[in-house]
């Protein structure tokens, strides 16, 4: 079997390509155990490494999880689909309700962490700080089905929000919006920015997750009426667990 550029594909990924296209079929469902080492290479007649190299793409992939003693498993988990505008809107924030609650039913386990900080010099840039300015960092890890899916932190002028209850970790109902808009400084416009790239050690072990596996980095600015910056937040998603979602009419 070739690639699309006409070279032979090493042996390890034909074995893997085989095994998502038996998985996409549905011949192994969640939850299933796929063959082992010794079972894959005596059936395709390769060493047991390059059988190991095939499940480590699944693996990677976010199709399988291959925990000590179990040998290799189909991920159970259902993708977080992400509605990257509807869960923006005011009536979602200023009726009461978590962002996060656009997204999901299910439920979600949240630590959470608030400090005072010097921010990065891109993020003082991005809010407008003055040199020696501080900035409230709200750093939240997001555990879903015991699987950790989200790192995110949430920058703002430490001057604009003191002594209100986004200092605290827990911001009450509606969350951050809801207590800026109190404040006088109700989000108008979002900006996001998406990429994609491989995690640092800090993320994948954040996270949970393999280093070889790619992150969605989301970069979200929130705009005050007045065109002021008053959020910057910057998320790192398991790319395994998030299906984005963008639906808006034409």
Not at 64 to 79: L, M, N, Y
Not at 137 to 143: D, E, I, L, Y
Not at 187 to 208: D, N
Not at 220 to 246: H, P, Q
Request: charged share 25%.
């Amino acid at each position: 079997m070739a690639d699309k550029t006409g070279a032979e594909l090493p042996k390890y990924h034909r074995i893997a390509d085989a095994l998502k296209a038996a998985i996409e079929a549905g011949d192994y469902s969640p939850g299933d155990r796929l063959p082992g080492e010794n079972v894959l290479a005596k059936q395709y007649g390769v060493a047991t490494l390059t059988a190991r190299q095939a499940l480590k793409v699944l693996r990677n992939e976010g199709l399988v999880e291959t925990r000590k003693g179990a040998g290799s498993r189909v991920i159970s988990f259902t993708p977080i689909r992400r509605h990257g505008i509807q869960r923006l809107a005011r009536d979602q924030w200023g009726g009461g309700k978590s962002i996060w609650s656009a997204d999901e039913e299910r439920p979600v386990t949240i630590d959470v962490r608030v400090e005072t900080v010097a921010a990065p010099a891109h993020i003082s840039r991005m809010l407008g700080l003055a040199q020696d300015e501080m900035a409230c960092a709200r750093s939240r890890r997001f555990v879903l089905d015991e699987r950790p899916v989200m790192l995110a932190t949430s920058y703002l002028p430490s001057t604009l929000v003191e002594g209100s209850a986004i200092t605290r970790v827990d911001t009450g109902e509606g969350g951050t919006y809801a207590r800026l808009s109190e404040l006088g400084y109700a989000p108008v416009h979002f900006r996001e920015e998406i990429r994609s790239r491989l995690p640092t050690a800090a993320e994948a072990m954040g996270l949970s997750m393999p280093v070889e596996r790619p992150v969605f980095k989301l970069c979200r600015t929130a705009f005050a009426a007045d065109g002021r910056v008053v959020e910057v937040n910057e998320m790192t998603l398991d790319s395994a667990s998030y299906v984005l979602d963008y639906e808006f009419d034409a």
